[in-house]
């Protein structure tokens, strides 16, 4: 069972960036897909992006393309997400979660066998 401990949220300006951290504790790390969602007050939670096992394949959603990068360290663990350019509709808590399915499904299905982290809070101020 993997455990993900996400970290590197907090207050940034309108147009600043910020990188999010997820460690994952388990030896099979490179056999996950891994993912990144956010919830924001009163909303359902969201997909972000998500990359495959090798990190060359990626999928984002519309609102984050050219301004998000998510990329992996499997030697370290370790997923992340750059954002930059960001905008006050970023703010939200951010999850790190893993699956053993193709990275593809993270974009419709975060049910049954998705791990998550406990959360990380991005606040963009404008």
């Known amino acids: 069972q993997v455990q993900l401990v996400e970290s590197g949220g907090g207050l940034v300006q309108a147009g600043g960036s910020l990188r999010l951290s997820c460690v994952a504790s388990t030896r099979s790390f490179a056999s996950y897909a891994m993912g990144w969602f956010r919830q924001a007050p009163g909303k359902e939670r969201d997909f972000v992006a998500a990359c495959s096992w090798s990190g060359v394949t990626t999928y984002y959603a519309d609102s984050v393309k050219g301004r998000f990068t998510i990329s992996r360290d499997n030697a370290k663990n370790t997923v992340y997400l750059q954002m930059s350019d960001m905008k006050p509709e970023d703010t939200a808590v951010y999850y790190c979660?893993?699956?053993?399915?193709?990275?593809?499904?993270?974009?419709?299905?975060?049910?049954?066998?998705?791990?998550w982290g406990q959360g990380t809070q991005v606040i963009v101020s404008s």
């Open positions: 979660a893993a699956t053993g399915r193709p990275a593809s499904t993270f974009q419709t299905y975060s049910g049954p066998g998705t791990t």
